[in-house]
């Protein structure tokens, strides 16, 4: 059987697609995806249902890729990416903020003006059903559930919080996905009726029982298939079974840091590197793995007199601060992000020993210094300060040619002075938010940030290098723009340069990362893409 379209990944953008498209009765479309499928609510584990666990971004989770990189010179750390129905939706944070009006102003500035603003808004209304928000702004019907933390889930802290940060002069933002300008105000979330709406619940499952929509789960994708130029199907392994699905049209929806290596081990890429690994070059595309960005992640560990509750089917934020940072040119760049529940609570530690194998092979290459500290801090909550809008770059590459290797990322944080300078920002701003007198009346402090971290400017750095905390917005490895010796992977529509009847679907074509996100962003993707199909 030949399909008309073949989805690869069935992530915040794939289970879009595969939904969208396959509502044409008269279009037949086959998803495959690497993890667990499933086809009713009843069969979904509670792990990747309850808003308050992340216990499925573990090292050795059934449902996360745990992709090993170096985050910074000397630290490296497994980063979770989602495994499974609904992909990284199914196991993030539940955060469901849209990035902001500037973010699609860069985009067609790059060249992509069918990403405007005003052309991408009514696919973020159509993804979404707002149970806080009324007006042209906001959707009512869509399949994403959202809402904000109500006043009792973290009273004391998230009160003290907007108090002052308003106190230090920003502005409230009571609704982060109206217009993008900036200020404390409540997170919107993709959580209800006590489950985290992730774009498998949302979207594949209403779909699941149309005859003209094929799944298969547990189906590694190995490489994209090539008459000449021309994608004809995609190989998988199943259980060890390697089967070819021919397909008129196939889209590669795994991910920016899967998307690229699938590219390459199919012959699209830089073909030096491609023959570096005996891969025969289908077409020369020097921008594939290159440019990956993303929101590098300070952890400040905190306390206050109150408690930190792990309440199962609640979200883990409350509230966030969002703000330019000082003679910025990108707006929006600079964010603080505290979490009101406790690292071991929300990561639920003890799920590890279920599965001891798995967790030391995804900890082989971790930095020792970073386990420690977190082993150390895992009965305090922690704020993250990120850095929105980086001008460092790093790379995704072939480790192998072997599809079941995962590839080898050098994310390269801070290595530009302009990240450092904002950081210096961010780090002053947290300080001063958590001795504030609002915070200090509840007991709030922070425990891994002092004084003689904040001495300098070269005692700050050293402090951010230290504190590294994360990364789990990877995006742009497979840019789209118009001209591919320019870094461009794909055009404005997701179709790959230079071959025929292949798309990339997913966070690695944005031209420019967004801030805030990117999971709301990924499913807008997929419901703006759909429009550009036959």
Not at 31 to 42: D, R
Not at 139 to 166: N, W
Not at 384 to 390: D, N, T, Y
Not at 396 to 418: F, G, H, Q, Y
């Amino acid at each position: 059987m030949e399909y008309d379209v073949i989805v690869v990944g069935s992530g915040s953008t794939g289970s879009v697609l595969a939904a969208r498209l396959s509502e044409d009765e008269n279009r037949s479309v086959l998803l495959v995806e690497a993890g667990e499928m499933y086809e009713q609510l009843s069969q979904m584990p509670e792990d990747i249902l309850d808003p308050s666990n992340m216990s499925t971004s573990m090292p050795g989770n059934k449902s996360s890729w745990s992709v090993p990189g170096t985050l910074i010179p000397g630290v490296s750390v497994p980063v979770p990416r989602g495994k499974g129905m609904g992909g990284s939706s199914s196991i993030n944070g539940s955060y469901w903020e849209r990035a902001p009006r500037s973010n699609f102003d860069d985009w067609v500035g790059l060249g992509n003006d069918e990403w405007s603003y005003e052309k991408v808004l009514p696919h973020y209304i159509r993804s979404e059903h707002d149970h806080d928000f009324d007006g042209e702004l906001h959707g009512k019907s869509g399949p994403i559930h959202v809402h904000r933390e109500t006043p009792d889930r973290a009273p004391e802290f998230t009160s003290a919080f907007t108090e002052a940060c308003t106190k230090m002069g920003f502005r409230e933002d009571p609704d982060k996905n109206a217009d993008g300008q900036g200020g404390v105000g409540p997170v919107p979330l993709n959580v209800w009726d006590g489950k985290r709406q992730n774009s498998g619940l949302a979207y594949l499952l209403p779909a699941m029982s149309r005859p003209n929509l094929h799944v298969v789960g547990k189906a590694l994708a190995r490489r994209v298939l090539f008459e000449g130029t021309r994608c004809i199907g995609v190989e998988v392994d199943i259980s060890g079974e390697v089967k070819t699905y021919r397909g008129k049209e196939v889209v590669l929806s795994t991910g920016a840091l899967r998307s690229p290596q699938l590219l390459m081990l199919s012959g699209v890429g830089p073909a030096a590197h491609l023959r570096e690994h005996g891969i025969e070059v289908v077409q020369n595309l020097p921008g594939v793995g290159q440019n990956l960005t993303d929101h590098p992640e300070l952890s400040v560990k905190w306390e206050f007199d109150g408690k930190c509750t792990q309440s199962p089917g609640r979200g883990v934020l409350t509230s966030a601060l969002n703000w330019t940072a000082e003679n910025s040119s990108q707006p929006d760049d600079l964010e603080i992000l505290p979490f009101v529940i406790s690292s071991g609570d929300m990561m639920r530690v003890t799920t590890m020993a279920k599965n001891p194998k798995q967790a030391l092979s995804a900890l082989r290459k971790t930095s020792t210094k970073f386990m420690v500290d977190q082993a150390l801090n895992l009965r305090r909550p922690f704020t993250i300060v990120g850095l929105q809008q980086e001008d460092s770059r790093g790379t995704v590459e072939l480790d192998s040619a072997d599809p079941t290797k995962l590839p080898k990322i050098n994310w390269n944080l801070m290595a530009e002075e302009s990240d450092r300078i904002r950081f210096r920002e961010g780090i002053r701003t947290v300080s001063e938010l958590y001795n504030s007198d609002a915070m200090r009346a509840i007991g709030g402090k922070m425990t891994n940030l002092d004084k003689k971290d904040l001495a300098d400017d070269k005692s700050i750095d050293n402090w951010a290098r230290n504190h590294i905390f994360a990364v789990g917005h990877p995006s742009c490895t497979c840019r789209m723009g118009s001209d591919p010796d320019n870094g461009a992977v794909v055009d404005q529509f997701g179709r790959v340069h230079g071959v025929q009847g292949l798309r990339v679907a997913d966070t690695s074509i944005f031209p420019k990362i967004t801030s805030r996100g990117p999971n709301a962003t990924a499913v807008m993707v997929g419901e703006r893409l759909v429009e550009f199909f036959d």
